[in-house]
């Protein structure tokens, strides 16, 4: 199939004053299509070489062909006639991996910020372009704004309940006499968990239990669990037979 070429994009690797590697790309629908040639423009290297990677990348089994490939009508005038052509081109997953293979100074830059991002993720469990989210788009623009995404995920995030527990500890341990080893601190998370659960549910954290444990719906009719399956101790968990509402 072949389709007409897509929104012109925009994909570049500099190095700012200060010594900074950034990334500045303009995406069309999520993605970004560039041919063999504009990678080579890019990585600054031979049009061959992004060939040869590109088939490896495939052979590997590190990409799939019909998910990061398109072919595109492209129609240009020579003289007075009109030429089409069908061009390949390669959607973003396609551009990182080459840029992780190619030897030039401009995908090593790329490699710098890639990994940069990447330490964050794994130290922090997160990554933001601030300056992205300081500056979204202007109204109108076809360029997608992920603000509301965020901050959805990030409301999620605060209202899972080992994060409340967690904040609830903070206060707690403003006390004085906070020892967490004392049974009574221990009793006193789990009246705070009963009535956290008898707010949602109406119920305690055991009368959870008892009203909707049962064998013969699925998975003992757990809504979550850890990954993997179901173990003995999931079952005795009450926030597990929690409702998506709840």
């Known amino acids: 199939m072949t389709d007409n070429l897509p929104t012109k994009s925009e994909f570049l690797i500099y190095q700012t004053e200060d010594g900074r590697v950034t990334l500045d790309v303009r995406l069309d629908n999520e993605t970004v299509w560039l041919t063999q040639q504009m990678m080579a423009d890019l990585y600054q290297t031979t049009q ?3 060939s040869l990677h590109i088939q490896n ?4 089994g590190e990409l799939i ?13 020579e003289g007075k006639r009109e030429i089409k052509r069908q061009l390949d081109y390669y959607n973003l ?3 990182i991996s080459v840029g992780y293979r190619v030897k030039s100074n401009v995908a090593t830059r790329f490699r710098i910020w890639a990994t940069q991002r990447l330490k964050e993720y794994i130290v922090k469990g997160f990554v933001l372009d601030d300056e992205r989210l300081k500056n979204p788009p202007v109204a109108g623009s076809s360029i997608p704004d992920y603000f509301d995404e965020m901050l959805e995920r990030i409301r999620d995030i605060r209202a899972s309940e080992r994060r409340m527990y967690l904040r609830v500890k ?3 341990a403003m006390a004085g006499d906070y020892d967490p080893s004392e049974s009574e601190t221990n009793k006193f998370f789990s009246v705070i968990q009963n009535k956290l ?3 949602a549910t109406g119920m305690t954290a055991a009368e959870l239990i008892r009203r ?18 179901v173990r003995k101790t999931d079952v005795t968990i009450a926030k597990n037979y929690l409702r998506e509402e709840e």
Not at 65 to 77: G, I, M, N, P
């Open 212 to 229: 909707r444990a049962d064998a013969g719906l699925p998975n003992m009719g757990l809504t979550s669990w850890k990954v993997g399956e």
């Open 48 to 50: 061959q070489n992004i």
């Open 93 to 95: 997953d396609m551009i």
């Open 170 to 172: 903070e206060i707690f």
């Open 57 to 60: 990348i495939y052979e590997e």
């Open 65 to 77: 062909q019909d998910s990061t490939h398109k072919k595109y009508l492209s129609v240009r005038a």
């Open 197 to 199: 659960h008898f707010a």
